[in-house]
Structures are given as structure tokens and as C-alpha cells.
């Protein structure tokens, strides 16, 4: 079974630009979450999509969007970009039923320099 | 106070020794509890998750929750120099399934 893929593993980006990272889950996951992860704060979430909604949301300026197509593979961008968004992004995908969250599976990530 | 905390670290721990990660978590909602793994350069990987007050045993490694202390922890008996890495604990609450709140993890370190 193929696992979460993610691109591109690698970007380097100026101030002031915007990207988009790309996120496909495993299959049959509905549920996708974005996380990023910096030495100092650690993993914070950004957002969750279930079936093309945006389910949950951290606490994350309006720069930073997603959104999720309907064959369950997820976008999120970044606008706007500032030296601080430099982070590793991870996609993590899950089968969430009506126990919850089962536990994610991530992908490799997006490791995003901003300079 | 954090949502989710963990020892600060680093823990080294001789080969074949009981490796004991701990975390708190302050929602007393939170409904389900993870432990991962993240080696060094790596993205983090799934090891248990556990729903109930009690112990989980999967192979070498057991999960306790005990929600009245709110707090659950990993056991890693036999610990292999393979088991070097970040351990992340993360809990979602009852009302949000779908969102995992991570600590900060504890670093383990074992020594052959």
C-alpha cells in the first residue's frame, strides 16, 4: 500500500513569495492534517480537511491556507512569505471513524527555506 | 501550562534496559493518546495509540493511561541501540477527532 507522498521535498523561496506544497494520502484515508515543525516550537498544527472541508484549524495567520480536491489530495499554501515560515511540512494522513483519529501515517515532508 | 508535556530529556539508557517515557496532558476531554517515533532527519512514524486506562502491549514496547492523573507513558523493555530517537506523545480531544496535539518529545538515547 502506497504511503503518503509529498512535493516537493525541498524548496527554497524568497520573502515576499508564495508556494504551495502538495499532499497525496494513503488510500482511503479521507482525512488530512498539515503540521509544522520547527526546532524551536516543535509540531504545530495548522489544519485538518475531511471530504473537502476544512474540519479544524490552528492557530496559524490567514497566510497560510489549504484545501482539499476530491480524490482526497491536499494543498496547503503559503503566501506572503516570511524568514520565520522556514519549517519542515508535514502532511499526515488518517483513517478517522467513529473512534477518532486512529493515528496518523506522514509523509516525508516539505522542507521550506526562506530567504 | 502546555497542552501536552514530556519529560525534557535527553534519556540515555544502557542496551537491554527499560527505557520509561512520560507525558502529561492538561484537557481532561482528551479522548485518545499516541506515541510516536521520529528518528533524526526522519518524519515521525505511528508506534501505539491507546483509548483506554490501563496497559497496551504491542512486542517490546507498552503504553499505560491512567486519565484520573492524566497521563500516559511508554515502556520500551529491551531497548536497542535501534530505539535512539524523539518520542512524541500526542493526544486528541473528545469533540475534535481530527487534531493531534503534540509535545515537545523526549529525546532517548541507548547505549551499547
Known amino acids: 500500500k502506497a504511503g503518503v507522498t509529498q512535493t516537493p521535498r525541498y524548496l527554497i523561496k524568497t520573502r515576499g513569495q508564495q508556494v504551495t506544497l502538495s499532499c497525496s494520502p494513503i488510500?482511503?484515508?479521507?482525512?488530512v492534517s498539515w503540521y509544522q515543525q520547527t526546532p524551536g516550537q516543535g509540531l504545530q498544527f495548522l489544519f485538518e480537511?475531511?471530504?473537502?472541508?476544512?474540519?479544524n484549524k490552528g492557530n496559524f495567520p490567514g497566510r497560510f491556507s489549504g484545501r482539499q480536491f476530491s480524490n482526497s489530495r491536499s494543498e496547503m499554501n503559503v503566501s506572503t512569505l516570511e524568514l520565520g515560515d522556514s519549517a519542515l511540512y508535514l502532511c499526515?494522513?488518517?483513517?478517522?471513524?467513529?473512534?477518532?483519529?486512529?493515528?496518523?501515517?506522514f509523509g516525508s515532508g516539505t522542507r521550506l527555506t526562506v530567504v | 501550562q502546555k497542552e501536552v508535556e514530556q519529560n525534557s530529556g535527553p534519556l540515555s539508557v544502557p542496551e537491554g534496559a527499560i527505557a520509561s517515557l512520560n507525558c502529561t496532558y492538561s484537557d481532561r476531554g482528551s479522548q485518545s493518546f499516541f506515541w510516536y517515533r521520529q528518528y533524526s532527519g526522519k518524519s515521525p512514524e505511528l508506534i501505539m495509540f491507546?483509548?483506554?486506562?490501563g496497559d497496551k502491549e504491542d512486542g517490546r514496547f507498552t503504553a499505560q493511561l491512567n486519565k484520573a492523573s492524566q497521563y500516559v507513558s511508554l515502556l520500551i523493555r529491551d531497548s536497542q541501540p535501534s530505539d535512539s530517537a524523539t518520542y512524541l506523545c500526542a493526544v486528541n480531544a473528545r469533540t475534535n477527532a481530527g487534531k493531534s496535539t503534540f509535545g515537545d518529545g523526549t529525546t532517548l538515547t541507548v547505549k551499547p
Open positions: 488510500s482511503g484515508h479521507r482525512s
Open positions: 480537511y475531511f471530504s473537502e472541508t476544512q474540519r
Open positions: 499526515a494522513s488518517s483513517a478517522t471513524g467513529t473512534g477518532g483519529n486512529y493515528g496518523y501515517t
Open positions: 491507546i483509548y483506554s486506562n
